[in-house]
């Protein structure tokens, strides 16, 4: 190496450590803030829940106690921003939070965690429309003792973990999760009231499970274009699966017991009466494994 290149790699090697030592200094100077919203929802009417989330984590559930629902943000204001607003009228919570800058390290483990949180609590029993458009981030949402009149999820960049827990026979008639980039695990599902169910992904992995205690005829369309593909069925229905993929670039997985016609799968005989649950699964790259539990 010349002198002029060791030079020139010395003033790299410094610019660089200044921009660390910079950003440091930034994340050790947070300016913390809180923004808290408490409300008493119409239990006669669903309440709407809007949120509209970029980065940071999202937490959403029951109430302990009580007929009051409540909200807070916690958020760093060097970073991130927002705002909450309860109209009494329209029975409506709406939560905005903003990311000023790009900054793409969320979940459970990551700095975001005390950056930018955001806690919903709804009082047990109520009616939720829950809409999530989220552009990056990490939602915990549990439904233990909520039920759902509408239920929509849009991630651009992130992961959502979320359980549904409680049988819940509402007018719930469609559940659309929508996923770009990263992961989905959604347990319980067939505890609530829905006829059809739309799961659409670009590029990560999916893990849907769509046992629970509610009897209904359904039909569910999973697409997966890159990555890998879970899909639990209840053991004690009767399942007919169309499953697509790319050739050979997906493997497809599937209980000993079921029935396969070309693209077709069945878990039981096609002749033993109506069939409980239609899939339809669309794999592009990955693997695709059924199972039944």
């Known amino acids: 190496m010349t002198e002029s290149e060791q030079r020139a790699l010395k003033a790299f090697l410094i610019t660089v450590l200044l921009l660390l030592t910079a950003t440091s200094l930034v994340f050790a100077q947070a300016d913390p803030a809180e923004i808290t919203k408490t409300f008493r ?86 009616l939720v429309e829950l809409d999530l458009n989220v552009k990056w981030g990490y939602i915990k949402l549990d439904g233990e003792d909520l039920r759902f009149d509408a239920l929509a999820v849009d991630i651009t960049g992130g992961e959502l973990i979320a359980d549904f827990p409680t049988q819940a026979e509402t007018g719930l008639r469609r559940i659309d999760l929508e996923l770009s980039m990263g992961e989905m695990d959604v347990k319980g599902l067939g505890n609530l009231s829905w006829e ?28 997966l274009e890159i990555g890998e593909m879970t899909v639990t069925v209840p053991a004690d229905r009767r399942v007919e699966a169309r499953v697509s993929k790319w050739g050979f670039l997906a493997n497809v997985d599937y209980p000993d017991s079921w029935e396969r016609d070309g693209r077709y799968l069945y878990s039981r005989r096609r002749d033993e009466g109506r069939i409980d649950l239609f899939l339809d699964i669309q794999g592009g790259i990955g693997d695709i494994t059924i199972r039944q539990r």
């Open 41 to 126: 929802p119409d239990s006669r009417r669903p309440i709407k829940i809007d949120v509209r989330m970029e980065g940071g984590e999202l937490h959403f559930s029951a109430v302990p106690r009580g007929a009051e629902g409540r909200a807070r943000y916690r958020y760093d204001q060097k970073r991130f921003g927002g705002e909450l607003r309860w109209d009494q009228e329209e029975n409506a919570l709406v939560a905005i939070t903003d990311m000023h800058g790009l900054h793409v390290e969320s979940g459970p483990d990551s700095t975001d965690r005390s950056e930018s949180s955001l806690e919903i609590l709804i009082p047990r029993g109520a």
């Open 196 to 223: 059809t169910l739309d799961v659409n992904g670009a590029m990560g992995s999916l893990d849907i499970d769509l046992t629970g205690g509610l009897e209904m005829t359904r039909r569910a369309t999973i697409d």
